[in-house]
């Protein structure tokens, strides 16, 4: 890897400040100062400014605990995006893995590895999400055996299904393996019902961290990154 494109990975220099660094001899390389932006840096080199030894970001995998009115995405459409609460340099780098509306709580992940984020989305992979569903309505027999045999959504050809387990009168788990837009919201508005609250319990087989508040979040460890 190139210098300067180094020390902007393991910092938050942009290329410019980086190659003034150069320039200054603030920069070494094994102890020796190096002020050409272009040396490459091999894997056994330590790196240092101002003395400070400094090693680039690897790849990131974190999961947080979506709040409620905050958006999957990195643009502010009215709401705050979730990286807000994501406290680490160059956040702006993390892709979401998929999306939660703003008004949806629970899992989210967050990674700078865009293959491991493409494993999880690609409709292809059939991930399945595990849903909360509180309701405005009771929740009957005919509804749940719908929303387990296939509904068929508005604007679409061909009926979705999920896994649905009644909790209460008024609240039922659902897993669905696809990611349609408003998917589960609309599955139950196709069987007469409106879904009131949704929280994301897991993905795969991860589960959201039961000691993460909304707002919180860790990073995964590396048994959970292998799971996808």
């Given at each position: ?25 603030e920069?070494?390389c ?11 840096v ?24 979506k709040p ?80 387990n ?31 349609k ?48």
């Amino acid at each position: 890897m190139r210098l300067d494109k180094y020390l902007c990975s393991a910092t938050e220099l942009t290329r410019s400040l980086a190659k003034k660094l150069l320039h200054r001899g603030e920069v070494t390389c094994d102890g020796e100062v190096i002020k050409d932006p272009g040396f490459k840096v091999a894997e056994h080199h330590v790196i240092c400014i101002d003395g400070e030894p400094v090693t680039p970001m690897g790849e990131r995998y974190l999961m947080l605990h979506k709040p409620d009115n905050c958006v999957s995405s990195h643009v502010d459409d009215g709401h705050p995006s979730v990286l807000i609460y994501i406290d680490q340099p160059r956040r702006e780098e993390l892709k979401i893995v998929g999306r939660l509306d703003a008004d949806t709580t629970g899992l989210l992940l967050l990674t700078s590895d865009g293959k491991w984020s493409h494993r999880i989305t690609s409709p292809n992979s059939r991930c399945p999400k595990r849903y909360r569903v509180t309701l405005a309505d009771p929740i009957d027999q005919h509804q749940l055996d719908a929303l387990n045999s296939g509904v068929l959504l508005h604007g679409e050809s061909e009926p979705v299904s999920g896994q649905a387990e009644q909790i209460d009168s008024h609240s039922l788990w659902l897993t669905i393996g696809e990611g349609k837009y408003h998917q589960v919201k609309r599955m139950c508005a196709a069987v007469g019902n409106k879904v009131v609250d949704l929280h994301r319990h897991s993905i795969g087989e991860l589960t959201l961290d039961s000691g993460l508040a909304p707002g919180e979040w860790r990073a995964l460890t590396q048994e959970e990154i292998a799971l996808f």
